[in-house]
């Protein structure tokens, strides 16, 4: 079976350009998370979502930030404009959620930012 | 507010000794804790979980204990192989429904 599948794996951008990262989580995971990892530091939530309800986006900028779920599958995050501070490796998980048995988190192999 | 803390120095040993990694907590009551293991440039793969009414867990040379008085939790790793270089990510459930708080990690590098 398909684990979750990101891209682009790496991106670099000048600042103040709009960058997309996309997607895909394990088939049947209704929850779905981003989380963004800078180096040396754990995940940080930005955004997650049950089907295709954002039921947690406080952590998500929103002036720049934003996020879809279409049709409750795939999902897209967009960083429009992108600052210096915005380097970093955005990381998307999927799960069964509280219909799971441990909570596990599926994550990607993550999207590598850099802004120049 | 709710805060995680892990090892932030490196953990160095030698082959076939034993690593002992911590995550202690505050503010959390969690009914369980999460462990995860990532390589770098991967995402995190998770490792197991220990529920508030288990005070150990093990799986193959992993054992894990959680001492809800302490609010801390050991990760021990046995018998200790190079291919266990990596970073260890301690996670608490923050809510029912699946938000998890991630420690930042600690690397551990054996040597052979």
């Known amino acids: 079976e398909a684990g979750v599948v990101q891209s682009p794996r790496y991106k670099i951008i000048e600042k103040k350009q709009p960058v997309a990262f996309w997607c895909n989580p394990i088939?049947?995971?209704?929850?779905l998370y981003w989380y963004l990892q800078n180096l040396g530091q754990g995940p940080e939530l930005l955004i997650r979502?049950?089907?295709?309800?954002?039921?947690?986006d406080s952590q998500l900028p929103k002036d720049r930030f934003s996020a879809e779920r279409l049709k409750g599958v795939d999902s897209t995050l967009k960083i429009q404009p992108a600052e210096l501070g915005d380097s970093a490796v955005y990381l998307c998980?999927?799960?069964?959620?509280?219909?799971?048995?441990?909570?596990?988190?599926?994550f990607g192999e993550g999207s590598r930012l850099t802004v120049l | 507010s709710q805060k995680i803390e892990q090892n932030s120095e490196a953990l160095n040993i030698q082959e076939g000794k034993t690593a002992t990694l911590t995550c202690n907590y505050t503010n959390y009551s969690p009914a369980y804790l999460q462990w995860y293991r990532q390589d770098p440039g991967r995402g995190p793969v998770f490792l197991l979980l220990?529920?508030?009414?288990?005070k150990e867990k093990r799986k193959e040379r992993l054992k894990v204990t959680f001492d809800t008085t302490l609010k801390q939790s050991l990760f021990h790793i046995t018998a200790s192989q190079p291919a266990d270089s990596a970073t260890y990510l301690c996670a608490l459930p923050t809510d029912s429904w699946g938000k998890f708080q991630f420690g930042a990690g600690t690397q551990v590098v054996v040597t052979p």
């Open positions: 220990i529920r508030e009414n288990e």
């Open positions: 088939s049947g995971h209704n929850t």
């Open positions: 998980a999927s799960s069964l959620g509280a219909a799971g048995p441990t909570g596990e988190l599926f």
């Open positions: 979502y049950e089907n295709e309800e954002a039921v947690d």
